[in-house]
């Protein structure tokens, strides 16, 4: 085991219906990514990028269109939830981004990341820098649109599901992004990325990280009982009750108490699902919030366990919710 190593880059445009390469099952309202079938090269300090390719699906009647109100054409569309589309400007209502014209076609953008100093070593302060790609120079690119409040935000997460951190590189006058940071245990990490180059489109990127060392071994099991955050406790509720894979679920969060809940970055909550082997990673915002009651649709595109980790704003604090739900095979 290398005692560092970015091992592997995948990424994918934002707001795309993508299919699951390993299994080519259909992912709704939701963005996947998998490594099943990946062959991973290991060398001491080197990074290595492969490319997977998702394909767009046609929303068809099997995606329920969330528009901004309003007749008319539809000309003006959301470039992280196409299927968002309005007669005149305005803010997505599930994502909250700007409206745009056109969306740009949809094109990858290589991202690469390097850690200082190697080897890293738990509990000890690193760096982490981000460089973006052009996919037609390979220059590093400086143009950036903002996204939900940020230039670009990272989600942590660590070998044994236990270490979740969603944060924000700071940008700098070189085009890089810089990240200083500590983790708490060795071993692998895995890193997703969410950015939007001017003049393209939303995209994620995923690496893995190594460090030092290893994570203590965690034991994975279905917990669905009320999480108790800072200042908030949040309840879950399934639908359907019981989760299969390949099938869009209700997952409904009531947070108590409701008062006081606000925006957080842009969006009413953020979630991140994990596979219990962080094959899988999905990203995902709210569909309906009604008081108290925040709904995320998701498709989990495997049967397992899965950790999720949902940031919920209330008075001012940011709370995190940890579940961790079982799915079954279709």
Not at 82 to 102: E, I, N, Q, S, T
Not at 129 to 143: A, E, G, Q
Not at 221 to 226: D, E, F, K, N, R
Request: with cysteine; aromatic share 10%.
């Amino acid at each position: 085991m290398p005692s560092f190593c970015l091992i592997e880059g995948e990424l994918a445009c934002a707001g795309l219906l993508v299919v699951w390469v390993a299994s080519m099952k259909l992912l709704q309202n939701s963005l996947a990514f998998s490594l099943a079938d990946a062959k991973i090269g290991v060398e001491l300090g080197n990074f290595v990028t492969r490319r997977v390719w998702f394909l767009s699906v046609a929303t068809g009647a099997v995606l329920r269109a969330q528009a901004v109100p309003g007749g008319g054409n539809k000309d003006w569309m959301c470039p992280m939830d196409p299927d968002v589309r309005a007669d005149k400007p305005g803010v997505c209502p599930r994502c909250g981004m700007k409206l745009v014209l056109k969306i740009p076609e949809r094109v990858e953008y290589p991202m690469e990341v390097t850690c200082s100093p190697e080897p890293a070593l738990p509990e000890k302060p690193l760096v982490l820098t981000f460089r973006v790609l052009s996919p037609d120079t390979n220059n590093v690119i400086s143009d950036f649109e903002v996204v939900h409040e940020k230039l670009l935000h990272l989600f942590v997460v660590s070998g044994n599901l236990d270490y979740f951190a969603h944060v924000h590189p700071v940008f700098e006058s070189d085009g890089t992004f810089r990240l200083p940071l500590t983790l708490p245990y060795g071993g692998m990490y895995r890193l997703l990325a969410d950015f939007y180059p001017k003049g393209s489109v939303p995209q994620l990127a995923l690496s893995t990280l190594f460090l030092v060392g290893s994570a203590p071994a965690n034991t994975l099991t279905a917990s669905l009982a009320p999480s108790i955050a800072t200042n908030l406790t949040a309840a879950l509720r399934t639908e359907p009750e019981e989760l299969l894979a390949g099938l869009e679920s209700r997952l409904t969060f009531t947070l108590n108490p409701a008062e006081e809940l606000q925006p957080y970055l842009g969006a009413w909550g953020h979630m991140l699902a994990a596979s219990s082997d962080l094959i899988d990673l999905l990203h995902v915002h709210p569909f309906l919030v009604r008081g108290g009651d925040v709904q995320f649709n998701v498709i989990f595109p495997r049967p397992g366990l899965y950790r999720i980790w949902t940031q919920f704003q209330r008075s001012g604090v940011v709370n995190t919710t940890v579940f961790t739900v079982p799915v079954k095979e279709l």
